[in-house]
């Protein structure tokens, strides 16, 4: 009997030691498990921490690049003396040749070399000491259909003025293979909408091309193509 029960001792035994080292493992498996879970969540937490650093770094950056220049507060049509109300102080960052607002002196008195829009930044180019239009120069409105004019034209762009067929009529293939020029380099002075639905851009031409741009306008017979923004100082040389 005292066998006996010595030998269930030990069997108890050492069932206890192997559930002992069954439930360490499970305990190691389960801390093995969760320690790459938790480092997955430090990484992400440090990732995010980094990508705050540097949206505040960028940001503060972009702001100590900013300067105060002088925009324009309502529009101005081309040829317009500037005036004190006219512009206003803003602050912007990478506006090349923006006006500093400390030089609105040297500003008011000047004239709209083209149809200034409200909240533009003003640029030396975009003012003139002479009268606009010019002594060889007229200023020509013409009326096109929305579909004719390119998108985001705005004043101070400069676009080829060229003959076309009415719009839905069928032109010759000499009307379409070579379209008559009537402007190389027009300047646009300003961009406005009709109550049809229709487009009016002003431009500025050539005296000796005003007429022709006014006829084929009035007719219907005529689009814009933008150009690169030298071709004027190009065609005047």
């Given at each position: 009997?005292?066998?006996?029960?010595?030998?269930?001792?030990?069997?108890?035994?050492?069932?206890?030691?192997?559930?002992?080292?069954?439930?360490?493992?499970?305990?190691?498996?389960g801390?093995?498990?969760?320690?790459?879970?938790?480092?997955?969540?430090?990484?992400?937490?440090?990732?995010?921490?980094?990508?705050?650093?540097?949206g505040?770094?960028?940001?503060?950056?972009?702001?100590?690049?900013?300067?105060?220049?002088?925009?324009?507060?309502?529009?101005?049509?081309?040829?317009?003396?500037?005036?004190?109300?006219d512009?206003?102080?803003?602050?912007?960052?990478?506006?090349?040749?923006?006006?500093?607002?400390?030089?609105?002196?040297?500003?008011?008195?000047?004239r709209?070399?083209?149809?200034?829009?409200?909240?533009?930044?003003?640029?030396?180019?975009?003012?003139?000491?002479?009268?606009?239009?010019?002594?060889?120069?007229?200023?020509?409105?013409?009326?096109?259909?929305?579909?004719?004019?390119?998108?985001?034209?705005?004043?101070?762009?400069?676009?080829?003025?060229?003959?076309?067929?009415?719009?839905?009529?069928?032109?010759?293939?000499?009307?379409?293979?070579?379209?008559?020029?009537?402007?190389?380099?027009?300047?646009?002075?300003?961009?406005?909408?009709?109550?049809?639905?229709?487009?009016?851009?002003?431009?500025?031409?050539?005296?000796?091309?005003?007429?022709?741009?006014?006829?084929?306008?009035?007719?219907?017979?005529?689009?814009?193509?933008?150009?690169?923004?030298?071709?004027?100082?190009?065609?005047g040389?």
């Open positions: 009997m005292t066998m006996t029960s010595g030998t269930n001792t030990q069997r108890t035994g050492a069932r206890g030691s192997r559930d002992q080292g069954l439930d360490l493992r499970s305990t190691l498996g801390v093995r498990q969760r320690a790459p879970r938790r480092l997955g969540q430090w990484a992400a937490a440090v990732l995010f921490v980094v990508i705050v650093v540097i505040l770094l960028a940001l503060f950056q972009s702001q100590s690049d900013r300067v105060e220049v002088l925009a324009v507060t309502d529009a101005v049509p081309a040829g317009q003396v500037i005036e004190e109300g512009v206003r102080p803003v602050e912007v960052a990478g506006v090349a040749g923006a006006i500093p607002a400390t030089d609105v002196d040297s500003v008011v008195g000047k709209a070399a083209a149809g200034l829009v409200e909240g533009q930044v003003l640029t030396d180019a975009a003012l003139t000491d002479e009268l606009v239009p010019g002594e060889d120069e007229r200023v020509v409105a013409i009326a096109l259909p929305s579909g004719r004019v390119p998108g985001g034209l705005s004043a101070g762009d400069v676009v080829s003025v060229i003959v076309v067929p009415v719009e839905g009529a069928e032109g010759s293939s000499e009307q379409l293979q070579a379209p008559t020029v009537l402007s190389q380099a027009a300047s646009v002075q300003s961009v406005g909408d009709t109550p049809e639905g229709g487009r009016v851009v002003t431009v500025l031409v050539d005296d000796g091309e005003a007429e022709q741009v006014a006829a084929y306008s009035a007719a219907g017979q005529v689009t814009i193509i933008q150009a690169p923004l030298t071709s004027r100082d190009v065609a040389e």
